[in-house]
């Protein structure tokens, strides 16, 4: 799905009337198929960004286009069609605490599914294989039939991620998908996300806050500021000096944070950067 934002200006849904825009004004182009990954300190209106692109946040001002249509100038049945192609992944996955990882997992094919079939698959999941090898790329095959709440968060996280494999959506917008890991798990995690999304040949747009698994896995990187678009460039373009002008004032994001919520095994110090 192609992504297209003409002079976008929002506020988050939260903000009092009369605050400043948390978005914009902003420009962006997003080829259908693209990768890209956004990256910035925290603040910087990455999350809004998503919203808006997810049809979840109507702009203040502006024209988001999606396949080249007007999104915003769609009948209500229409733009409800069009949210069924895409997927918004928060940073904390919604997964009620006493189901079972199997139908969290299956709830991914529900924006597809009738009313009566989505009622039965509470009770009786439909395809359990499909579930368990989505969590088997994520090394969560043993979680099949475990309770959400018996998770880790790191596993949480993950179970979220396999969630996404199985949603029929063309567009896939997901929101800070490491928090809860460890430098090999995030790597992990975000190379399976890239191949899935290449096999179905899915536009994949990830904000993400490290830095180093955006470079090394992402050829397109655009960073944000103040809400503002500060650059956007192909990876090997991004360089240190780029990096410490976007996070200045906030150096202890561009260095990385132990992860939390993850087993107490795999809290490691934060990471070097490679930049050009």
């Known amino acids: 799905m192609q992504v297209q934002l003409r002079g976008i200006s929002a506020r988050h ?5 009369g605050a400043p825009a948390a978005l914009g004004p902003i420009d962006l182009d997003v080829r259908a198929g693209e990768h890209v ?3 910035g300190p925290s603040g910087a209106g990455k999350t809004t960004l998503l919203q808006v692109m997810a049809c979840a946040l109507k702009p203040d001002a502006g024209r988001v286009e999606l396949d080249g249509t007007d999104v915003w100038a769609l009948p209500r049945p229409a733009l409800q069609r069009l949210r069924g192609r895409l997927l918004l992944a928060p940073q904390v996955p919604p997964l009620p605490p006493r189901q079972r990882v199997v139908t969290s997992v299956l709830a991914g094919r529900l924006p597809a599914m009738t009313l009566g079939a989505s009622l039965r698959s509470l009770f009786y999941p439909s395809d359990i294989p499909a579930a368990h090898a989505a969590l088997a790329r994520f090394d969560l095959a043993d979680k099949l039939f475990e309770r959400v709440d018996r998770l880790s968060g790191g596993e949480r996280q993950r179970v979220g991620l396999a969630r996404a494999l199985l949603a029929p959506a063309s567009l896939w ?34 904000t993400l806050h490290q830095v180093d698994v955006a470079l090394a896995r ?11 678009l500060a650059f956007d460039l192909p990876a090997a373009d991004v360089t240190r000096e780029r990096l410490t002008r976007l996070y200045a004032q906030h ?3 561009l260095l990385g944070a132990p992860p939390k919520g993850d087993e107490p095994d795999q809290a490691t110090a934060p990471v070097a950067l490679h930049c050009r």
């Not at 849904?13 to 009337?17: I, Y």
């Not at 490491?178 to 890239?194: F, H």
Request: charged share 25%; aromatic share 2%.
């Open 13 to 17: 849904p939260a903000a009092r009337a």
């Open 37 to 39: 990954a956004v990256i």
């Open 173 to 206: 917008l997901v929101d800070e998908p490491l928090s809860a890991l460890d430098p090999t798990r995030s790597q992990q995690a975000v190379a399976t996300l890239i191949d899935a999304a290449r096999e179905g040949g899915r536009t994949l747009i990830a």
């Open 218 to 228: 992402f050829p397109r990187i655009v960073g944000l500021r103040d809400g503002r």
């Open 251 to 253: 150096e202890h994001e």
